[in-house]
């Protein structure tokens, strides 16, 4: 729901009935469940602020706090602004969150604090206020040659200052209707380009993000990027009439090629393709065209345009078999004789473990992990060769199909689950592997043994500026805690403040490092500025809190301080 100003003589009846439900109650709704914090006490943090649009209370805007990454995040607090713009989140426990508001065609200015927030155990946190401005909107219509209307086709607009486009939530408002009309809203004030069809990196090689096959054009009908037109979008304005003309798509390619078996010769059939697009430095850009093959092991990749690219065996249907990635360059022909061959794989064999101080109450949660090895091709090749496995309730697995090389692991928990383990080390033959396993051709391998610890430990802290307040464009990133035991590193954010929080940590002896950096730096030729690396060792206990400070001196950043 838009936010509303209090002062607004003309509103709605809707909104009307809506406000006077909102003044009624006084205070924002919050989720109705209790938080146990980590210490195993009723969560009592607390996060207030005020949203305004301009200088007036910003009236009915949700606000909601989301813990967790990808398909694991969810909402632990929520609440929607009071008359005043006032809002309060409750029974937060420690934790590093993402604060969201929800006030489609709105945008938040450059003066309110980032969407990350870490709060210490029992934090009762205030002044976190949200300054809205009204997005612009930007409308026009996409045509082909003939005047026929271009559906489905994804409009990109692109800050003139940014390298990468605008993200927007609403996955669909980007795209044509049938009329081939768009109307992309909530546009923060700018210089943007607006363009459509296939894009490309700067190196050639076709980026993820978009199904078009037509060349691509930028308003106001031109092709190359220099010679676009530069839409200028106010606060709360609208710009109509950005009409585009598109070419014909783009001619398309075939590759085709036949999977065999390596020790019959035999077409492989019912197995599962697909090309991946490459760039000029011979890495992985994309997933593309796929198909299955036939009776006779044949496949046909379609709708393939000029490049680099490699054919690949999808996982599910190899069982334990891999193919080396075989590598082809489509330039302005259909590409055919391709030969797969299907080789038998490598497996590992072994049995998950779990340490640490409660290890007997989590061994019950071993089939919520999937454990995953993955062999990295080596150039001319590209990709991987990943093989996964679900743990059984004895804590056994097996994973087949890698190819030979060094295996190295992964693993996750089911989306949604409180168990969250970290890989602690890799045993083979009672030996610890820390630099993975190797694997021969076809070679079965037994008697590993992954060993999982569930830390006990709360890492708190914040980042210190020793030289005085900073102006402008200091940006902290994700802190890295290396685990010198062990090797492996764990990441976390670090909010505007400094603030940062990460419990369940095992036991050990870790490096702390950060990267910090300025963005939008007027006397620097890049948009971004890294400044030197923070780093500090600390040594954590079982079920300790442990409060750490890090300095960062900015005297030597010229403007920056006060």
Request: charged fraction near 20%; glycine fraction near 12%; charge should be negative.
């Amino acid at each position: 729901m838009p936010p509303l100003r209090a002062s607004n003589d003309f509103m709605p009846r809707y909104f009307r009935v809506l406000l006077l439900s909102i003044a009624a109650a006084s205070l924002p709704t919050r989720l109705e469940a209790q938080v146990i914090d980590s210490t195993g006490k009723l969560a009592i943090g607390s996060i207030t602020g005020r949203v305004t649009l301009s200088t007036d209370p910003a009236i009915g805007v949700r606000v909601v706090l989301l813990k967790g990454y990808g398909s694991d995040r969810r909402p632990v607090a929520k609440g929607t602004t009071d008359a005043d713009g006032r809002y309060l989140l409750t029974g937060i426990a420690g934790g590093s969150y993402r604060l969201k508001l929800l006030a489609p065609g709105y945008v938040r200015s450059e003066s309110s604090i980032g969407g990350i927030l870490s709060l210490r155990e029992g934090e009762r946190l205030s002044g976190i206020d949200f300054e809205l401005a009204r997005g612009g909107v930007i409308t026009g219509r996409i045509t082909d040659a003939d005047g026929y209307p271009a559906i489905a086709e994804e409009v990109v607009l692109q800050a003139v200052d940014q390298e990468f486009p605008v993200f927007f939530s609403n996955g669909w408002m980007n795209l044509t209707d049938d009329r081939g009309v768009y109307r992309l809203y909530g546009v923060p004030a700018g210089r943007y380009t607006v363009s459509v069809g296939e894009r490309r990196d700067k190196d050639g090689a076709a980026l993820s993000g978009g199904e078009s096959k037509r060349p691509r054009t930028f308003y106001p009908g031109v092709t190359e990027k220099p010679r676009a037109s530069i839409i200028e979008v106010h606060e709360g304005g609208e710009i109509f009439g950005i009409d585009i003309t598109v070419g014909k798509f783009s001619k398309s390619f075939t590759a085709s090629g036949r999977l065999i078996s390596e020790e019959t010769g035999a077409g492989v059939p019912g197995a599962s393709c697909g090309a991946v697009i490459l760039s000029p430095a011979g890495d992985v850009v994309d997933f593309t065209s796929s198909s299955r093959t036939n009776s006779n092991g044949d496949f046909w990749l379609t709708d393939l345009r000029p490049g680099q690219y490699i054919v690949q065996i999808s996982g599910r249907d190899r069982e334990n078999f891999y193919a080396d990635p075989v590598p082809f360059q489509i330039d302005h022909d259909d590409v055919g004789g391709l030969e797969v061959k299907l080789r038998r794989g490598s497996s590992i064999r072994g049995t998950v473990l779990i340490e640490g101080a409660n290890a007997g109450a989590m061994r019950s949660s071993l089939s919520e992990i999937t454990i995953r090895a993955g062999v990295e091709f080596l150039k001319p090749s590209a990709g991987w060769s990943w093989g996964s496995s679900h743990v059984a309730d004895d804590g056994s697995f097996l994973i087949q199909g890698l190819a030979p090389g060094t295996a190295r692991f992964s693993i996750s928990a089911t989306p949604g689950s409180n168990f969250r383990p970290e890989l602690h080390y890799l045993e083979h033959d009672g030996a610890v592997a820390s630099d993975g396993i190797e694997l021969g051709p076809g070679e079965d391998i037994t008697a590993v043994r992954v060993v999982l610890v569930v830390g006990t430990s709360t890492l708190q802290g914040q980042v210190k500026l020793v030289s005085g307040p900073v102006l402008r464009g200091l940006r902290f990133g994700l802190m890295t805690a290396r685990n010198l035991g062990n090797g492996l590193s764990l990441y976390f954010p670090i909010d505007d403040r400094g603030h940062f929080f990460v419990d369940n940590l095992p036991a050990g002896q870790y490096e702390l490092s950060l990267q910090p950096f300025f963005v939008g730096m007027a006397d620097s030729a890049s948009s971004e500025q890294r400044l030197p690396m923070v780093k500090q060792t600390v040594n954590v206990g079982e079920r300790t809190k442990l409060d750490v400070t890090l300095s960062l001196d900015l005297s030597a950043v010229p403007g920056q301080n006060q």
